[in-house]
């Protein structure tokens, strides 16, 4: 019994995970959730200036859209802005070429 020790504990542990697997399931995600936002925080601390977009989603298709303007990635060195109002599809590539998708 005395060699099994390290087994004993293993299993106790392993048991003690599974039934609580929903409680620690909502920890690993607050957690996350948390990290993800003191990243965010840190980074916009570092900009100059940002936005914080505002999402509104139609239960019609027809009402929902893309609006922005003065758009630019954080992370190149002078970035070139762009505007865009659409209610189509839109396919936005790396040098933010247009394309308006019918839907």
Known sequence: MIFLSELITYEKVKETVIKNKEYLKNIYEFVGTIDALIGVSSFR?????????????????????????DLYHPLVENPVSNSLSAKDGVLVTGSMYLVNLPL
């Open 45 to 69: 601390q570092s900009l100059n200036y940002y936005s914080k977009p505002d999402l509104f989603i139609s239960n019609k298709r027809s009402k929902n859209l893309i609006d922005f303007i």
